[in-house]
Nanobody, 127 residues
Framework: QVQLVESGGGLVQAGGSLRLSCEAS????????MGWFRQAPGKEREFVAAISWYGGNTDYAESVKGRFSISRDNAKNMVYLEMNSLKPEDTAVYYC????????????????????WGQGTQVTVSS
């Protein structure tokens, strides 16, 4: 079982930036596909970004393309989400997710593809 701990959320003004971090433990990190999801009040959890085992492949939701960037450091068991040009509609709880079943170059873009989840970190963007 993989344990995931997110950090880096907070309150920021529209147009600002935040960097989320997620630390993984419990399994060889380099064999995990990783993803970021978010959930706003009253809405379903939605895909934000995904990255393959060694970071060679990434994918983003259309709503964040060009503003957000996912990266990972396998030596530190960390995955990051750099968020720029934040908008009020980016306000949500952000979750880190991991799964070992997604293959080497694969990407998981749906909630059902991930078996391990962090507790979430709140991101609030004020207008």
């Amino acid at each position: 079982q993989v344990q995931l701990v997110e950090s880096g959320g907070g309150l920021v003004q529209a147009g600002g930036s935040l960097r989320l971090s997620c630390e993984a433990s419990g399994r060889t990190f380099s064999t995990l596909a990783m993803g970021w999801f978010r959930q706003a009040p009253g809405k379903e959890r939605e895909f934000v970004a995904a990255i393959s085992w060694y970071g060679g492949n990434t994918d983003y939701a259309e709503s964040v393309k060009g503003r957000f960037s996912i990266s990972r450091d396998n030596a530190k068991n960390m995955v990051y989400l750099e968020m720029n040009s934040l908008k009020p509609e980016d306000t949500a709880v952000y979750y880190c997710a991991a799964d070992s079943r997604i293959p080497l170059y694969g990407l998981g873009v749906s909630v059902k593809e991930y078996s391990s989840w962090g507790q979430g970190t709140q991101v609030t963007v004020s207008s």
